[in-house]
């Protein structure tokens, strides 16, 4: 088991930055593909960046590059979400998630396991 503990998130104006932290427990940190998601309201569970074991390759959702940097610490268990120019629309609760699997995959049940997720609420 892998134990996930989301922080970070805040209430924010448009432009502003946040860094999101998820802190993971449990098994060896550096064995997992890290990745965050995001949902808003009423709407579905959706991919927001993903890293790969060692840190050295990551992916973005297009709604989110060049805005947003994913980053690990393996040495302190931890992953981050750099979020820059915030829009309204980034508002939802956002969710760290480890995949034992291989680094690419998108989807949420490609995800083994969840954080219990971090509002972030973007004013304009």
């Known amino acids: 088991q892998v134990q996930l503990v989301e922080s970070g998130g805040g209430l924010v104006q448009a432009g502003d930055s946040l860094r999101l932290s998820c802190a993971a427990s449990g098994r060896t940190f550096s064995n997992y593909v890290m990745g965050w998601f995001r949902q808003a309201p009423g709407k579905e569970r959706e991919f927001v960046a993903a890293i790969s074991r060692g840190g050295s390759t990551t992916n973005y959702a297009d709604s989110v590059k060049g805005r947003f940097t994913i980053s690990r610490d393996n040495a302190k268990n931890t992953v981050y979400l750099q979020m820059n120019s915030l829009k309204p629309e980034d508002t939802a609760v956002y969710y760290c998630?480890?995949?034992?699997?291989?680094?690419?995959?998108?989807?949420?049940?490609?995800?083994?396991?969840w954080g219990q997720g971090t509002q972030v609420t973007v004013s304009s």
């Open positions: 998630a480890a995949r034992g699997g291989l680094f690419g995959m998108t989807t949420i049940t490609h995800y083994d396991y």
